[in-house]
C-alpha cells in the first residue's frame, strides 16, 4: 500500500498531493510555500475564506486548474500547533483516507514533512498513516447478494519526506501491522455466529498459528474432560457446538520465562442459556468473543512485528446455549481449579469460560494475566462506550497496561475490588462461590470471580462489553466491532520488561 521516496518536486505530475496545514500559519514556509507561490499567492485568502480549512481533522480539496502539475490538492487541517499529538493527525489521516475513497481516488502523494513538528516526528506521523489508512478504510465483507460492487480502492499511498526514508518506511509498517491486526479482530466480530462457531474460531486461530510460525495447541471436549474443566464444559453443555479450548505460543525469548498470558473470552454466541435475555438483549450477542478477536488480533500483530517477549494466548471457545442438556441456575459444577461453583444465573458465563482458561494459563507458565472479555452490560452502565472497566490485583502490570493504552488512544478506568467484593462471590451455602452474586456492581463482582483464580499472579481484567462495538461511525472506522484491546494488547507486549 505504501512507496517512500525522497525526492519531492512539484514540478511533477501527479494526480492528488496531501499537505498537511496548522491554524494561524501567518507564513506559508517550505512545500506550503511553494504550493503557495504556485497557486499564485492565494492560499491565504483562500484559508481566510473558508475554502481551505485548518481546522483540526477538516479536509479541503481543491482543483488546481493547470496552475500545478498536481491536479488537485487535499489540504488536511491539524488544528493548533500546540494541540497537535499522535492522536490528532491519526485522526486527520482517517479522514483524509475516507474522503478520498468516497472520492474514488485510488493514489494518494502525501508530503509527509507537512505534517511533522518539534514534538511529533517523522516517525510518529508515518506510523499514524500506516495504521489510519486500514482502519478508516475498513469495511466488513457482507452477504447480501446484490453486494456493493468492489468499488475503486485506495490502493496506492507515495509518502515523500526528507526525513530517513528506512525508518519511515518501518513506522509505515508498524503502524499498518497495527491497523490490519485491528481490523481482522473487527471481521471475528462482525461474523455472524452461525458462520463463527467455536470450531470456526479454532481453525482461524491454527491458520493465523501457520502463518506467523506459532506453536498452537486445540484441546477437544474429551481432553478438557480429562483436564476437568468443568466450568467451560458446563457453559457448552447446551449446544450442539463443540466446546474448544485454544492456544497459541509465541517465543520470542531463548527461555520460556516472563510469560505473559493473554485471555480472551470466546462466546461465540451468548443466548445468556435458561437465564435467558430478553429478546432486545440477544440482538449483538454475536460479539460475545471480542475478548478472544482482542487476543487474536494482538497475536497477528505480535507475529509480524517479533517483539523479544513470550506470549501465551488461551481462548475458551462456546456458544451459551439452551436444551434439556444444558447448565442450570442451582446447578454446582467444579472448575478446573478444583474449586465448585455454585449457579446462579447462566448467563454469567463468560466468567465461567474464563476460570479455567485461567487457571490453564497458568499450567502453561503465565507469569502475567491479562484477559480481556465482553463480560458485563454493568460496565457499560457504569462507563459507556467508550471506556473500558479494568481492574487488577497488581498496581504495576496495570501501570503498564494503561501506559500501553494510553499510547494507542483506547482508554482505559479503573474499578476496584475490595475484600467486600470478594466476600459476595465466594458466598455459597453449597459450593466455594458462586457466579452472580446480585446487580448491585455486578461488573466488579464478574472481576472479582476472575481473580479467584488467578490467585498471586500479577493480573488485569478488561471488561469490553461497551467498547467492542459501537453504534456509529468514527474516525478510524465504520460502526459494528471496533477491535478494541488488539492494539493495548500489542503495544502492552511490545513495550514489556521496558524500563520507564
Ligand atoms: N455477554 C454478556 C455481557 C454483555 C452485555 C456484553 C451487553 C455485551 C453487551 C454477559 O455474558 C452477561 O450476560 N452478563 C450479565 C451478567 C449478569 C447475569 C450478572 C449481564 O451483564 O447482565
Ligand atoms: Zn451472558
Ligand atoms: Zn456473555
Known sequence: MFTVKNEFTLTESRETLVVGIFEKTTS??????????????????????????????????????????????YFVGLGKENDYN??????????????????????????????????????????????????????????????????????????????????????????????TGTNSARTLVNTPGNMLTATDLANYAVELAGTYNLEYEVLEKAEMEKLGMGALLAVNKGSVEPPKMIVLKYQGKEEWTDV?????????????????????????MKSDMGGAAA???????????????????????????????????????????GKT??????????????????????????????????????????LGNKITGAMTNNEELFEKLLEASNEVGEMIWRLPITDYVKERVRK?????????????????????????????????????AGTATTSAEYDLGPAGATGVMSRTLAAFVERFGEEE
Open 86 to 179: 499522535f492522536e490528532v493527525v491519526r485522526s486527520a489521516f482517517g479522514k483524509l483516507v475516507k474522503a478520498a475513497q468516497k472520492a474514488k481516488v485510488e493514489s494518494l502523494d502525501i508530503a509527509l514533512d507537512s505534517f511533522i513538528t518539534d514534538k511529533v516526528e517523522s516517525v510518529d506521523v508515518a506510523h499514524a498513516l500506516g495504521e489510519a489508512a486500514p482502519l478508516a478504510t475498513y469495511k466488513f465483507a457482507d452477504y447480501k447478494q446484490k453486494s456493493n460492487e468492489p468499488a475503486k480502492e485506495l490502493s496506492a499511498i507515495t509518502v515523500f519526506t526528507n526525513g530517513d526514508q528506512v525508518e519511515v518506511e518501518a513506522a509505515l509498517t508498524v503502524g499498518f501491522a497495527y491497523g
Open 341 to 382: 461453583i455454585e449457579i446462579l444465573n447462566t448467563d454469567a458465563e463468560g466468567r465461567l469460560a474464563l476460570a479455567d482458561a485461567v487457571t490453564y494459563a497458568k499450567q502453561h507458565g503465565a507469569n502475567y494475566l491479562v484477559d480481556v472479555a465482553t463480560l458485563t452490560g454493568g460496565v457499560i452502565v457504569a
Open 428 to 464: 455459597s451455602n453449597v459450593a466455594d462461590m458462586n457466579n452472580s452474586p446480585g446487580r448491585d456492581g455486578h461488573a466488579i463482582f464478574a472481576g472479582a470471580f476472575i481473580g479467584e483464580f488467578v490467585e498471586n499472579t500479577p493480573w488485569v481484567h478488561l471488561d469490553i
Open 260 to 284: 505473559i498470558g493473554l485471555i480472551g473470552k470466546g462466546i461465540t454466541y451468548d443466548s445468556g442459556g435458561y437465564s435467558i435475555k430478553p429478546k432486545d438483549g440477544l440482538v449483538g
Open 28 to 73: 506559508f514556509e517550505g512545500l506550503l510555500g511553494e504550493v503557495n507561490t504556485a497557486l499564485g499567492d492565494t492560499l491565504a485568502s483562500l484559508v481566510k475564506e473558508g475554502d481551505v480549512s485548518a481546522k483540526k481533522g477538516a479536509i479541503s480539496k481543491i482543483h488546481t486548474l493547470g496552475k500545478l502539475e498536481t491536479k488537485r490538492i
Open 295 to 337: 487476543v487474536l488480533g494482538a497475536m497477528e500483530i505480535i507475529g509480524q512485528l517479533k517483539p523479544e517477549q513470550n506470549v501465551v494466548a488461551v481462548i475458551p471457545a462456546t456458544d451459551n446455549m439452551i436444551s434439556g442438556e444444558a447448565f442450570k441456575p442451582d446447578d454446582v459444577i467444579t472448575s478446573m481449579s
